[in-house]
C-alpha cells in the first residue's frame, strides 16, 4: 500500500506540468475562447505524440500501458492548467474503439481524431445492450470531431455526429468549452463496448474527479497566493480568520478529492470489488472542491473575482461542465446508496 | 502507487483477525472510575501477553518494530471488533510514550516505556489551563527548581483520566522572564505527588472522567524532565503532532462502519424512500471513504518522513466535521426515542451525540486546527 507517487509519476506529473504551461497558458487559452476551434493544434498535436490518448491503453492495443493512476496524474494537470479541448473524450474513445473490436478507430483516436463528449439529457437514454441512443444530447467539444462518446454505467458506444439531428451550437456558461445541442432517434453506435469488458463510464467518472481535484487546487493555491499578499488595514488580508479559515478549508477539500481519486483509480487498476464504490465516491468529493473552491476564490479576491479578466471565473465554469460529465453528484449520490459497502 | 497489501501484511492481518476475535473482551465497559481502569489496564495486559503491544515502537524499547502499514492493520482490525478507539491508556500509547521514544533519556525510557506497554499505568495530559486554552503557550501553571526537584503550584483543566492516572505528562512555567514559548518545562509528574488535587467535571454527555488537576507546591524530581528545562515546548509540539497523525486511525475506521449501521437502520425503517435521507448518507459515505484514503496517504508520507507533519490537522478537522455530522445524522434516524437516554440501540446513539460535541474542541479546536493548516501547509500569515 502506497498513495504516492513514484519517482518516475512524479516524471509524469512534472513533464505534463510543463507542457501544459508552455504550451497552452492560460493567455492562449484566452486567446482560444473567440477562435473558430478552443483547440490549440499544436499542443494538441504534442499531446498526441507524448502518447496522452493512448496512456491508459494496453500495450498490444498500441497503448503506453499505465494504469489508470497514471492517468489521473495527467487529468489532473489538464484540470489545473484549464487546457481546453476534448482530451477526456478522446481518450475514453480510444479505449471504446479498441475494446469495442475497431483498432483502426483505436488507433486514430490515440493519434488524436478528436472525439466529442456526449451528455444525454434527462429523458434521453442509452440501450445497455446495443448501445444506442436515443433522445436529446449535447455536444461538448464537438468542433472537428466525427464521433461523440456517449456512456452509461453499464455501457459506452462511439456515435457518428452525422447521425444525429439538429445539430446545433449554443453558448457554452464556460466559454473556454464549445457547446452544442442534437437529437438522436435511436441511433446506433459505430462501436460499443460493454462495462463487463472494460468500465469506461467509471474510468470517466475517475478521470473527470482528477480534473476537477486539479481545479480545487489551483483555486486554492490563488486563494492562498491572494490573501497573502493583498495588504487591507495596513496587513494582510490572510490574517484574518475569516478570509483564512476558508483558505484551510479549500486545503482539506482539495486534499480530500486527491486521496480518495487515487484510491479510486488503484481500486479500478487492481480490480477491487469495491472500484465502482470509490470511483462515485471521488466524483462527489472532487466536484464538491472543485465548486466550492473556486466559489470561495471568487470571494476572497473581492471585485476583481467577479470580472472576466481574472481566471476564477474560468475556473468554477470549467467545475460545472466538468461536474456533469459522466454522472452528476444528484445522479452518482443515487447510485452510491444502492451499493455494496466498501470492503 | 498501489493499494494492495503484500502477502506479508495479508498474514498479519489473518493473525490480528484471528487474535482479536479470541481475545476481545465480551464484557461491558465500566462506564468510569477504577472499574474503567482496571479493565482498559487488564485488555492492555492481555494484548501485551499476546504480542500485540507497541506494533509500530522499535524493538529496542519493548515494541515490536514493525511498519507503520502493520500498525494500520492493526488500528483497522481492532476497530471492527467494536472497542473504544480512546480509552484510559491513550495518552500513554499514543502521546506520553511516543514523545518519550522521541526525546527523554535512557533511563526514563527504561522505567517508563515497559510499563505503559505492560498495562501497568494509566497516563493523563496536564496541558490546558483555565487561562491556556487555544493558547497553550500562555500557560501559567509555576515551577521553581530547589535543589534537585522543581515545585509546582498551579491548576491544569480538561485532563481526561486524571482522576485513574499514575503519571502526566506535565507542562509548567520554568521562566516567566522569556517570551511565552520559551520559559516551559515538559515533565513527568507522579500523580500520587502530595499537594495535588484531582476534582471531576462532569460532562455534557454525562461521563465524569474529566477533571480539573490542582497543584500545591508539588515537589517533581528534576529527574523527570523531558528534554531539557525551558525546552518544553519543542517536547510538547512533536506529541501533538503524533495525536494529530495516526491516533485517531480507530475513531476513523469506526465512521466507517457507524454509517453503514445506520444505513441499515434506515433501510429496515423505510427511510431509504426519503429522497433527503438517501443524499445525506450517499454523501457521508463518499466522505468517509475521502477520510480513509487521507489516512493511507498520511501513512504512505510518514513512511518517508517519520515525524508526522501539520497534514495531520487536516485529517483531525475532517474527522470531527463528519462525525458531528454522522452523529447528529443518526438521532434524526432514530426520531423521538432518541430522546430516552436508555442503555439500548436506540438510547446509545443519543449518547454518541452527545459526546460528539467533543470533537471539534478536544485535541486542538476545529478552529486552531484551521489556522495551522493556513499557517503551515498554506503558508499564509499569522
Given at each position: 500500500?502506497?498513495?504516492?507517487?513514484?519517482?518516475?509519476?512524479?516524471?509524469?506529473?512534472?513533464?505534463?506540468?510543463?507542457?501544459?504551461?508552455?504550451?497552452?497558458?492560460?493567455?492562449?487559452?484566452?486567446?482560444?475562447?473567440?477562435?473558430?476551434?478552443?483547440?490549440?493544434?499544436?499542443?494538441?498535436?504534442?499531446?498526441?505524440?507524448?502518447?496522452?490518448?493512448?496512456?491508459?491503453?494496453?500495450?498490444?492495443?498500441?497503448?503506453?500501458?499505465?494504469?489508470?493512476?497514471?492517468?489521473?496524474?495527467?487529468?489532473?494537470?489538464?484540470?489545473?492548467?484549464?487546457?481546453?479541448?476534448?482530451?477526456?473524450?478522446?481518450?475514453?474513445?480510444?479505449?471504446?474503439?479498441?475494446?469495442?473490436?475497431?483498432?483502426?478507430?483505436?488507433?486514430?483516436?490515440?493519434?488524436?481524431?478528436?472525439?466529442?463528449?456526449?451528455?444525454?439529457?434527462?429523458?434521453?437514454?442509452?440501450?445497455?445492450?446495443?448501445?444506442?441512443?436515443?433522445?436529446?444530447?449535447?455536444?461538448?467539444?464537438?468542433?472537428?470531431?466525427?464521433?461523440?462518446?456517449?456512456?452509461?454505467?453499464?455501457?459506452?458506444?462511439?456515435?457518428?455526429?452525422?447521425?444525429?439531428?439538429?445539430?446545433?451550437?449554443?453558448?457554452?456558461?464556460?466559454?473556454?468549452?464549445?457547446?452544442?445541442?442534437?437529437?438522436?432517434?435511436?441511433?446506433?453506435?459505430?462501436?460499443?463496448?460493454?462495462?463487463?469488458?472494460?468500465?469506461?463510464?467509471?474510468?470517466?467518472?475517475?478521470?473527470?474527479?482528477?480534473?476537477?481535484?486539479?481545479?480545487?487546487?489551483?483555486?486554492?493555491?490563488?486563494?492562498?497566493?491572494?490573501?497573502?499578499?493583498?495588504?487591507?488595514?495596513?496587513?494582510?488580508?490572510?490574517?484574518?480568520?475569516?478570509?483564512?479559515?476558508?483558505?484551510?478549508?479549500?486545503?482539506?477539500?482539495?486534499?480530500?478529492?486527491?486521496?480518495?481519486?487515487?484510491?479510486?483509480?488503484?481500486?479500478?487498476?487492481?480490480?477491487?470489488?469495491?472500484?465502482?464504490?470509490?470511483?462515485?465516491?471521488?466524483?462527489?468529493?472532487?466536484?464538491?472542491?472543485?465548486?466550492?473552491?473556486?466559489?470561495?476564490?471568487?470571494?476572497?479576491?473581492?471585485?476583481?473575482?467577479?470580472?472576466?479578466?481574472?481566471?476564477?471565473?474560468?475556473?468554477?465554469?470549467?467545475?460545472?461542465?466538468?461536474?456533469?460529465?459522466?454522472?452528476?453528484?444528484?445522479?452518482?449520490?443515487?447510485?452510491?446508496?444502492?451499493?455494496?459497502?466498501?470492503? | 502507487?498501489?493499494?494492495?497489501?503484500?502477502?506479508?501484511?495479508?498474514e498479519f492481518r489473518d493473525e490480528v483477525r484471528t487474535w482479536l476475535a479470541e481475545n476481545t473482551?465480551?464484557?461491558?465497559?465500566?462506564?468510569?472510575?477504577?472499574?474503567?481502569?482496571?479493565?482498559?489496564?487488564?485488555?492492555?495486559?492481555?494484548?501485551?501477553?499476546g504480542?500485540?503491544?507497541?506494533?509500530?515502537?522499535?524493538?529496542?524499547?519493548?515494541?515490536?518494530?514493525?511498519?507503520?502499514?502493520?500498525?494500520?492493520?492493526?488500528?483497522?482490525e481492532?476497530?471492527?471488533?467494536?472497542?473504544?478507539?480512546?480509552?484510559?491508556?491513550?495518552?500513554?500509547?499514543?502521546?506520553?510514550?511516543?514523545?518519550?521514544?522521541?526525546?527523554?533519556?535512557?533511563?526514563?525510557?527504561?522505567?517508563?516505556?515497559?510499563?505503559?506497554?505492560?498495562?501497568?499505568?494509566?497516563?493523563?495530559?496536564?496541558?490546558?489551563?483555565?487561562?491556556?486554552?487555544?493558547?497553550?503557550?500562555?500557560?501559567?501553571?509555576?515551577?521553581?527548581?530547589?535543589?534537585?526537584?522543581?515545585?509546582?503550584?498551579?491548576?491544569?483543566?480538561?485532563?481526561?483520566?486524571?482522576?485513574?492516572?499514575?503519571?502526566?505528562?506535565?507542562?509548567?512555567?520554568?521562566?516567566?522572564?522569556?517570551?511565552?514559548?520559551?520559559?516551559?518545562?515538559?515533565?513527568?509528574?507522579?500523580?500520587?505527588?502530595?499537594?495535588?488535587?484531582?476534582?471531576?467535571?462532569?460532562?455534557?454527555?454525562?461521563?465524569?472522567?474529566?477533571?480539573?488537576?490542582?497543584?500545591?507546591?508539588?515537589?517533581?524530581?528534576?529527574?523527570?524532565?523531558?528534554?531539557?528545562?525551558?525546552?518544553?515546548?519543542?517536547?510538547?509540539?512533536?506529541?501533538?503532532?503524533?495525536?494529530?497523525?495516526?491516533?485517531?486511525?480507530?475513531?476513523?475506521?469506526?465512521?466507517?462502519?457507524?454509517?453503514?449501521?445506520?444505513?441499515?437502520?434506515?433501510?429496515?425503517?423505510?427511510?431509504?424512500?426519503?429522497?433527503?435521507?438517501?443524499?445525506?448518507?450517499?454523501?457521508?459515505?463518499?466522505?468517509?471513504?475521502?477520510?480513509?484514503?487521507?489516512?493511507?496517504?498520511?501513512?504512505?508520507?510518514?513512511?518517508?518522513?517519520?515525524?508526522?507533519?501539520?497534514?495531520?490537522?487536516?485529517?483531525?478537522?475532517?474527522?470531527?466535521?463528519?462525525?458531528?455530522?454522522?452523529?447528529?445524522?443518526?438521532?434524526?434516524?432514530?426520531?423521538?426515542?432518541?430522546?430516552?437516554?436508555?442503555?439500548?440501540?436506540?438510547?446509545?446513539?443519543?449518547?454518541?451525540?452527545?459526546?460528539?460535541?467533543?470533537?471539534?474542541?478536544?485535541?486542538?479546536?476545529?478552529?486552531?486546527?484551521?489556522?495551522?493548516?493556513?499557517?503551515?501547509?498554506?503558508?499564509?500569515?499569522?
Amino acid at each position: 500500500m502506497d498513495l504516492l507517487p513514484s519517482s518516475e509519476q512524479e516524471e509524469i506529473i512534472s513533464s505534463a506540468a510543463q507542457f501544459l504551461a508552455a504550451t497552452v497558458p492560460m493567455l492562449r487559452t484566452r486567446e482560444l475562447i473567440d477562435a473558430p476551434s478552443n483547440v490549440d493544434p499544436k499542443a494538441w498535436s504534442s499531446a498526441a505524440e507524448l502518447g496522452w490518448f493512448a496512456l491508459g491503453l494496453p500495450e498490444d492495443a498500441a497503448g503506453v500501458g499505465c494504469g489508470l493512476a497514471d492517468e489521473t496524474l495527467v487529468f489532473r494537470e489538464i484540470g489545473r492548467a484549464l487546457a481546453s479541448g476534448p482530451f477526456l473524450s478522446t481518450t475514453l474513445a480510444a479505449r471504446v474503439a479498441a475494446f469495442g473490436g475497431d483498432a483502426e478507430l483505436a488507433a486514430a483516436a490515440a493519434r488524436g481524431q478528436r472525439v466529442a463528449l456526449g451528455l444525454l439529457g434527462a429523458d434521453a437514454s442509452i440501450d445497455s445492450a446495443s448501445g444506442a441512443i436515443d433522445g436529446d444530447v449535447q455536444l461538448v467539444d464537438a468542433v472537428d470531431a466525427d464521433l461523440v462518446l456517449v456512456a452509461g454505467p453499464d455501457v459506452a458506444s462511439l456515435v457518428a455526429v452525422g447521425d444525429l439531428e439538429g445539430v446545433e451550437s449554443v453558448e457554452c456558461i464556460d466559454p473556454t468549452t464549445r457547446l452544442s445541442r442534437a437529437t438522436a432517434s435511436r441511433v446506433r453506435p459505430v462501436v460499443s463496448v460493454s462495462a463487463d469488458v472494460d468500465p469506461v463510464y467509471r474510468r470517466g467518472v475517475v478521470l473527470a474527479a482528477a480534473s476537477l481535484t486539479g481545479i480545487a487546487e489551483a483555486t486554492r493555491d490563488i486563494s492562498a497566493a491572494h490573501a497573502a499578499s493583498r495588504f487591507q488595514f495596513d496587513r494582510p488580508i490572510g490574517v484574518n480568520q475569516a478570509i483564512k479559515h476558508p483558505c484551510a478549508d479549500m486545503a482539506v477539500r482539495a486534499e480530500l478529492a486527491w486521496a480518495q481519486t487515487l484510491f479510486a483509480a488503484l481500486a479500478t487498476d487492481e480490480r477491487r470489488q469495491d472500484a465502482e464504490f470509490h470511483a462515485i465516491g471521488a466524483k462527489v468529493v472532487a466536484a464538491d472542491a472543485a465548486e466550492r473552491n473556486a466559489a470561495a476564490t471568487i470571494q476572497v479576491l473581492g471585485g476583481m473575482g467577479f470580472t472576466f479578466e481574472h481566471d476564477a471565473n474560468l475556473y468554477i465554469k470549467r467545475a460545472h461542465v466538468l461536474a456533469h460529465a459522466f454522472g452528476d453528484t444528484r445522479d452518482a449520490l443515487s447510485r452510491l446508496i444502492r451499493l455494496p459497502a466498501a470492503v | 502507487m498501489d493499494l494492495a497489501f503484500s502477502a506479508e501484511d495479508d498474514e498479519f492481518r489473518d493473525e490480528v483477525r484471528t487474535w482479536l476475535a479470541e481475545n476481545t473482551p465480551s464484557e461491558r465497559r465500566p462506564r468510569e472510575g477504577q472499574a474503567m481502569r482496571d479493565y482498559d489496564l487488564a485488555w492492555q495486559r492481555l494484548q501485551y501477553d499476546g504480542g500485540w503491544a507497541g506494533i509500530s515502537w522499535p524493538v529496542e524499547f519493548g515494541g515490536r518494530g514493525l511498519a507503520l502499514t502493520q500498525q494500520l492493520i492493526w488500528f483497522e482490525e481492532y476497530a471492527r471488533t467494536g472497542m473504544r478507539g480512546i480509552d484510559a491508556r491513550f495518552v500513554g500509547l499514543s502521546h506520553a510514550g511516543p514523545t518519550l521514544i522521541a526525546r527523554a533519556t535512557e533511563e526514563q525510557r527504561a522505567f517508563h516505556l515497559p510499563k505503559i506497554l505492560r498495562g501497568d499505568v494509566v497516563w493523563c495530559q496536564g496541558f490546558s489551563e483555565p487561562e491556556a486554552g487555544s493558547d497553550l503557550a500562555s500557560l501559567r501553571t509555576r515551577a521553581v527548581v530547589d535543589g534537585d526537584e522543581l515545585v509546582v503550584t498551579g491548576q491544569k483543566i480538561w485532563t481526561s483520566f486524571a482522576d485513574v492516572a499514575d503519571y502526566q505528562e506535565l507542562l509548567v512555567r520554568t521562566d516567566t522572564e522569556v517570551p511565552k514559548h520559551k520559559g516551559i518545562t515538559w515533565v513527568i509528574c507522579d500523580m500520587r505527588s502530595p499537594g495535588i488535587d484531582v476534582r471531576p467535571i462532569k460532562t455534557m454527555e454525562g461521563g465524569t472522567d474529566f477533571c480539573e488537576v490542582f497543584y500545591d507546591e508539588v515537589r517533581i524530581p528534576l529527574a523527570n524532565v523531558v528534554g531539557v528545562i525551558d525546552n518544553g515546548w519543542s517536547v510538547a509540539m512533536s506529541t501533538l503532532s503524533f495525536e494529530r497523525g495516526t491516533a485517531f486511525t480507530v475513531d476513523q475506521v469506526q465512521l466507517s462502519s457507524t454509517v453503514e449501521r445506520l444505513i441499515e437502520i434506515a433501510r429496515q425503517r423505510g427511510l431509504l424512500d426519503d429522497d433527503e435521507i438517501v443524499r445525506a448518507f450517499a454523501q457521508a459515505r463518499a466522505d468517509v471513504a475521502a477520510l480513509r484514503a487521507l489516512t493511507y496517504v498520511g501513512i504512505s508520507r510518514n513512511r518517508r518522513a517519520p515525524v508526522p507533519g501539520p497534514e495531520g490537522s487536516i485529517i483531525k478537522l475532517h474527522w470531527a466535521d463528519l462525525s458531528k455530522r454522522i452523529a447528529r445524522l443518526a438521532v434524526e434516524i432514530v426520531g423521538p426515542r432518541s430522546l430516552a437516554l436508555t442503555d439500548d440501540d436506540d438510547g446509545r446513539w443519543a449518547d454518541r451525540y452527545l459526546a460528539s460535541f467533543a470533537h471539534s474542541i478536544g485535541g486542538g479546536t476545529s478552529e486552531i486546527q484551521r489556522n495551522i493548516i493556513a499557517e503551515r501547509v498554506l503558508a499564509l500569515p499569522r
